[in-house]
């Protein structure tokens, strides 16, 4: 089972050791705003019916970052990264860490609440459709 970190301990992972931050909310929640540098990959997509499992989800991974990679996943309040952290350590992945609360938090302050740096803007590549564009 995946490492479970504060948001604290998570920006203190990617500012000391590398780790990098991938935000499994839809692309909408990301758009709104999240942790600053981190890659969207969407564990769920945002439908008319609500949320539906993205198909491309681990193959987008797979291809975006090394199985060995330093991997801190968050949502908006910890279920759906904790679902991620078990399927890509499923899958081989290695260093994957699950930011417990998430953006907005749960049972403690997520990132957002923390005062953490957020941003609107995402690195060109960061996005899921750049993320996306590499598996065709």
Request: neutral net charge; glycine residues 10%; hydrophobic residues 40%.
């Amino acid at each position: 089972m995946a490492r479970r970190v504060s948001a604290d301990e998570a920006k203190a992972l990617m500012d000391k050791e590398g780790y990098v931050y991938v935000d499994v909310r839809s692309v909408p929640e990301f758009q709104a705003g999240h942790p600053t540098g981190a890659y969207n990959v969407p564990l769920n997509h945002m439908g008319p019916q609500g949320m539906a499992p993205n198909e491309q989800f681990m193959a987008a991974m797979e291809k975006a970052f090394p199985k060995d990679g330093k991997l801190i996943v968050a949502c908006k309040g910890g279920g759906r990264s904790a679902r991620a952290a078990a399927m890509l350590e499923a899958a081989g992945f290695t260093n994957v860490i699950d930011q417990r609360a998430g953006f907005e938090g749960s049972s403690e302050p997520g990132w957002r609440p923390k005062g953490l740096p957020v941003s609107q803007e995402a690195a060109p590549d960061h996005t899921w459709d750049a993320v996306q564009s590499k598996l065709k």
